[in-house]
Structure formats: C-alpha cells, structure tokens
C-alpha cells in the first residue's frame, strides 16, 4: 500500500475535467472572466482514464469527477462509460451544479455513474441568483428530480454556508432534504483559491450550523466513517441524516486520503495546495505506465500536507491567520 509521511493511503482520485464553469459562485469563482486552461492542454479522455487506471493500481478505490462544471465538457459520459470499465474501481461519483442534468442524467446512468452531489445552497431563487452569479433554480431542482428518475443514487446535496448570506437558509434546506430524500451536506466557508477574498468572519462554525439544524430538527452523531470529510449526523425521529463538512473548525486531514487531477493533469495532493506536479508532460511525453507509477508514487510518499490543522493553529494564534499570505491553486482549476 501506497503511504504518505503520515501513513495516509491513497483512496480517492478527484478528477477535474474543465476549468470552465455556466456559474459564478461567490465562494468558488466570483470573477466574470479568468485566464482559462488553453483547451489542447486540457487532458482527453483516454488520458485521463490512463491515469485513473494507474491510480486504482496504487491503492485508490473511488473517484469523483468535478469541475469548473464537469457537465460543461462534452460528451461526459463517454468518460464515465471508461472509468466504469477499470477493474477495482468501486465508485464514481460526479460533483455538479446540476442545471445540465435534466439532459445528460439519463446517459450518465446508462455510462455506469453511481451516485452524485449537487450543489444547493438556497432554496430562494432570488438568493440562488445572487450566490451563483448566474444560476437558476428551477433549473437545478429540475436537473435533481431528472437524476431521480434516471436512478442515481444516493443524491447528496451539497451547501456551503456564508455568513450574513445563507446561515437562515439552514432549516429550509434540511426541510428540503428530510421531504425529498436526499442527505445533504453543509459545508463551512473556505479559503480555497485566492479570488472568493476569505475572511474568517465571513465563516459559520460547524457548531453554529448544528445548534440551527437542533433548533428544529433534533440529530445525534453518527461521527466520521472510512476518511470521509463530513461528520454525519442521523435525526432522532429516524427520517434521514446529514452531514457538516467542518475543514475550516474541525480539520481533518490526518485521515485525508484523496488525490487529485486537475484538467490539464497536475497531481495535487491537498485542496489548499499552492502547486501541482505534472503528469501531463509524462503522458504526452511516452512515458510508461511504471515510469507514471514511479512519479507519482515518489509525490505521494513525499506528501506532508496538513493545511487546515495548520490554519486553526494559526486562527488561534495571537498574530492570526492571514489567507493572503497563502497563494494557492485557484478551485477553477483544481476541482472540488
């Protein structure tokens, strides 16, 4: 097995297939225009699959396909459709917006997709417009019933929670959740990127998030299962549970175990990382499959990363954490 210097197995491959998003969200890409990957550079399919394959050989057991918006890129189930067919590969999930599902969900099921997440983070649409930068709700609430049907499963909703923005959208959203089905995911506020200009204040605590969600809807924890981000919570009236992912408040990278690939076939080893190492220039270069094994196995037994415990230390600090003082690879480009 493939460790780390904290002996942190690879498990999970995030795969970004576009920097190229139809939002603009105000915690992920707030800017109108960005210096976008040109597009030769951008990994194809068989390349992508290349690389996945060599992951699964190295340990890694689930991936996830995110973006920009991965729904974007043409012809997405073409890639699902590969991956599905790599041996060992015990999941694939997409991560999405969801406003272009209602058109693709049925291919992508069809392709081999398992499950996926959508981002939701209001349930006003006036709200959604404004967070999104372009959204339209009725789009993405239509886009999840196609997936429904389509038989994904689970669908997990994904909301990440800004202060003086979203925090009174808490109980509608689980309400949401609780009449329809689907576990959803409240995500803190992070530093990811440099463009969404974060700032603590801004960040609503996981024990706020759970002090709104008991207010209405009792939980008990269920705690952290199998290096997943999010800690899960079961309601105490037995109909359903949810999840907060706590990155900023309550890290947890000494169980994180996700590698990832960005569109134009960077290896990352840590979400607030401020560099990839390239595999690109391996893949295009004719290197062989254990000439790719050796370089990334070389990256992985190397890796250190432990950010966000780094910046709570720093948080609790006299002199503070300052984010700007962290460059980091902006989330266009890196995936979810």
Known sequence: MLVDTYKRPIKDLRISVTDRCN??????????????????????????????????????????????????????????????????????????????????????????????????????????????????????????????????????????????????????????????????RFIEYMDVGNSNHWISKRMVPAVEILERINSGFPVRRVGRTDGAPAVAYEFVDGRGDIGIIASVTEPFCGDCSRARLTADGKLVTCLFADRGYDLKGLLRGGATDEEMITKISRVWTGREDRYSEQRLTAMNSPGGYHPNEHRKIEMITLGG
């Open 23 to 184: 939002f603009r969200c105000t915690y992920c890409m707030p800017l109108e225009e960005y210096v976008w990957i040109d597009r030769q550079d951008i990994l194809t399919f068989e390349e992508i699959e290349r690389v996945a394959r060599i992951f699964v050989r190295l340990g890694a057991e689930k991936i996830r396909v995110t973006g920009g918006e991965p729904l974007v890129r043409k012809n997405l189930e073409l890639l699902i459709s590969q991956l599905a067919r790599i041996e060992g590969l015990k999941d694939i999930c997409l991560t999405t917006n969801g406003a272009l599902l209602r058109a693709h969900a049925t291919a992508l099921k069809a392709a081999g997709l398992h499950r996926c997440n959508v981002s939701v983070d209001s349930l006003d649409p006036d709200k959604f417009k404004q967070i999104t930068g372009r959204g339209n709700l009725a789009d993405v609430l239509d886009g999840i019933e196609a997936a429904r049907e389509a038989g994904i499963s689970p669908i997990k909703l994904n909301a990440v929670i800004e202060r003086g923005v979203n925090e009174d959208d808490i109980i509608p959203l689980v309400e949401f959740s609780r009449s329809q089905g689907f576990p959803i």
